[in-house]
């Protein structure tokens, strides 16, 4: 079996790049690569590391048929942080699916990356805290208890407005995150 093919065949089915793998995957882009063209072969614990991410499992790898996973715990949950923000991935093989629900923690002060105009859309329910939401033409308010829902067509991002952070459950579809 060729085992970095068959990474690189469901990472592409996923959507991602070996940047974005090797980011969720807390790797490196190069070593990714390396996997692929089957230059490096990667312990037991990163494979399972790899496949979790690309929402496959071990047996499932080694077999034609694998059963679909439908519920996810927090060992299955991705977390990564940029300047004032981290998001909570909580299905870790969204790529393949329609949505892709994220937990975004701003601190206070800060505001989410600039979202650029794509197919699809967003919605998004504030847990904790109260936030603007940002786009081309307006500016509106959310706070804890309240939800939005933006065409994806617009360019917009969230802004904490909330002495303290907030959290808002984000879910975009497609897949783009």
């Not at 068959?6 to 790049?17: D, E, P, S």
């Not at 940029?82 to 998001?87: A, E, I």
């Not at 919605?123 to 936030?131: A, D, R």
Request: net charge negative; aromatic share 8%.
């Amino acid at each position: 079996m060729d085992i970095g093919k068959k990474l690189k065949r469901i990472r592409l089915q996923r959507g991602l790049t070996q940047e974005e793998l090797a980011l969720r995957c807390e790797l490196t882009k190069g070593y990714i690569s390396q996997l692929e063209n089957d230059i490096a072969s990667p312990s037991i614990a990163t494979l399972e590391d790899i496949l979790s991410v690309l929402g496959e499992n071990m047996e499932g790898f080694f077999t034609s048929e694998s059963e679909e996973k439908i519920v996810f715990t927090e060992d299955d949950f991705f977390e990564s942080e940029g300047d004032g923000y981290s998001k909570l991935w909580l299905i870790p093989n969204s790529q393949k699916n329609q949505m892709e629900p994220i937990i975004l923690t701003l601190k206070e002060g800060s505001c989410s990356e600039k979202r650029t105009p794509s197919e699809g859309e967003e919605f998004g329910y504030v847990l904790e805290g109260k936030i603007k939401i940002e786009t081309e033409k307006c500016i509106y308010k959310a706070k804890k208890g309240e939800s939005f829902y933006i065409n994806g067509k617009i360019e917009h991002r969230l802004v904490n407005i909330h002495k303290g952070r907030s959290r808002v459950l984000w879910i975009a579809t497609p897949s783009n995150f």
